[in-house]
């Protein structure tokens, strides 16, 4: 594996319960159906909710860009059967990790009574590259035939 670059973020989880008070849209706004789905499960308690949002961050400093013009859905962080949080890219975050060559991107959570925490690990993708590589080569190789002909 080579890695791509880290990320970590830690958040009051008081600033994220004070948030979903104010804001009724709040979590509407950052999470996917997929994501609320889980957190509902979870009874939208502010410690899993800032946990979520915290991975998000944690995520877009691994990719070296923070939020820029990336929206936070985007950046899904969804869970396999036994409970381990995973990360999916779509839109204009996925774009950009396809076009600087990153792979999967690693993520873990914890929470304690006031802070919640997340640290990602983004791969490069050997694969995504070496695509890159090969349809460079065709396109290479179509104009030296069309020059000869
Ligand atoms: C990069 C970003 C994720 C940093 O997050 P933050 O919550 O503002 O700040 P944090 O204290 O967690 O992190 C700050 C550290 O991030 C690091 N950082 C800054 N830009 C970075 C980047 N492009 N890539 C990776 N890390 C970066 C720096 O080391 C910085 O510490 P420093 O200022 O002492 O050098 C942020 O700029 C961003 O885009 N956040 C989302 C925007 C937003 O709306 N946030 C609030 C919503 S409620």
């Given at each position: 594996m080579i890695i791509y670059g880290i990320g970590t973020d830690i958040i009051e989880i008081d600033r994220i319960k004070k948030a979903m008070e104010r804001y009724p849209g709040f979590v509407d706004r950052l999470f996917t159906a997929d994501e609320l789905a889980y957190l509902e499960g979870k009874a939208l308690s502010p410690q899993h909710v800032a946990g979520g949002f915290s991975a998000k961050e944690a995520v877009l400093k691994s990719i070296g860009t923070?939020?820029?013009?990336?929206?936070?859905?985007?950046?899904e962080i969804i869970r396999d059967v036994k409970g381990k949080p995973f990360v999916r890219l779509n839109g204009k975050v996925k774009d950009y990790a396809d076009g600087n060559y990153i792979g999967d991107i690693h993520i873990t959570i914890s929470h304690s009574r006031n802070y919640a925490t997340a640290t990602a690990v983004a791969e490069i993708s050997i694969e995504k590259r070496w695509m890159d590589i090969e349809s460079m080569l065709v396109g290479a190789n179509e104009m030296r035939g069309r020059s000869i002909n």
């Amino acid at each position: 594996m080579i890695i791509y670059g880290i990320g970590t973020d830690i958040i009051e989880i008081d600033r994220i319960k004070k948030a979903m008070e104010r804001y009724p849209g709040f979590v509407d706004r950052l999470f996917t159906a997929d994501e609320l789905a889980y957190l509902e499960g979870k009874a939208l308690s502010p410690q899993h909710v800032a946990g979520g949002f915290s991975a998000k961050e944690a995520v877009l400093k691994s990719i070296g860009t923070g939020l820029r013009n990336f929206k936070w859905k985007e950046i899904e962080i969804i869970r396999d059967v036994k409970g381990k949080p995973f990360v999916r890219l779509n839109g204009k975050v996925k774009d950009y990790a396809d076009g600087n060559y990153i792979g999967d991107i690693h993520i873990t959570i914890s929470h304690s009574r006031n802070y919640a925490t997340a640290t990602a690990v983004a791969e490069i993708s050997i694969e995504k590259r070496w695509m890159d590589i090969e349809s460079m080569l065709v396109g290479a190789n179509e104009m030296r035939g069309r020059s000869i002909n």
